[in-house]
């Protein structure tokens, strides 16, 4: 899954720096930042909780 929502987010991204995608907030080519770092928030949030839905062993 985390591989899965890294592709797209990088597809996003060069997608963005092409040809700014026109979203609010990410009208302009610089605005690719912004979707490096939800996708490294949203990264960090399903590793956490895939580690605390899983039992531990032992």
């Keep these: 899954m985390t591989k899965l929502l890294m592709v797209f987010i ?3 991204v060069v997608i963005q720096v092409i040809k700014p ?3 609010p907030g ?3 080519r ?3 930042w912004k979707l ?3 996708g ?4 960090v949030l399903l590793i956490t909780l895939t ?3 899983q039992p531990s062993a032992g």
């Design 26 to 28: 990410l009208r302009y």
């Design 51 to 53: 580690a605390l839905i």
């Design 30 to 32: 610089r605005d690719a």
């Design 40 to 43: 490294l928030v949203a990264m």
């Design 10 to 12: 990088a597809i996003l």
């Design 36 to 38: 490096a770092v939800f």
């Design 21 to 23: 995608l026109g979203w």
